[in-house]
């Protein structure tokens, strides 16, 4: 199964769960070289930046969610691309699939889209300065969320090991 790196709405297991059943997360990973933005239609996308890191879920994506996670991510409407890159995972580096959206913006997004990437990189224990980072995407005047800490035992993961 190929790996896929979530750095937006889909490091929501939820979100996840609806539209690839049978995906499972493997760990949080990084993808260097890259920032967080939002794109002009309010959606998350990654651009190149030699000084900055994004942070997110890395998947073990099933080969039969890949058309449900094509359609959500609106690729016959051009919005996003396919990109396979390098990111760092629980196990080392690894190629994985990445949606980058075609246009990087700058955009705004609706408080009800950023909350559960708020919501799940806080699960997901991502680092607290990134948390941080996503929460400047808030809306103007949008208090941050709090860390849920009943919600990340919820997504505690086991380390899959290598082969």
Known sequence: MPLYFAYGSNMDRAAMTAHCPRSRPVGIAQLARHRFVIM???????????GRSVHGVLWDLALADIGGLDRYENMAQGLYAKLYLSVVGPSGPRRAL??????????????????????????????????????????????????????????????????
């Open 98 to 163: 990445i949606y980058v959206g075609r246009n990087s913006g700058p955009g705004r997004a609706a408080a009800s889209y950023m909350e559960p990437i708020l919501t799940a990189a806080a699960a997901f224990r991502l680092p607290q300065g990134y948390v941080a980072e996503l929460q400047r995407h808030l809306p103007p005047g949008r208090e941050p969320i709090a860390k849920p800490r009943a919600a990340a035992s919820a997504y505690r993961l086991r380390e899959r090991r290598p082969p």
């Open 40 to 50: 002009r239609e309010g959606f998350a996308s990654v651009v190149r930046d030699p």
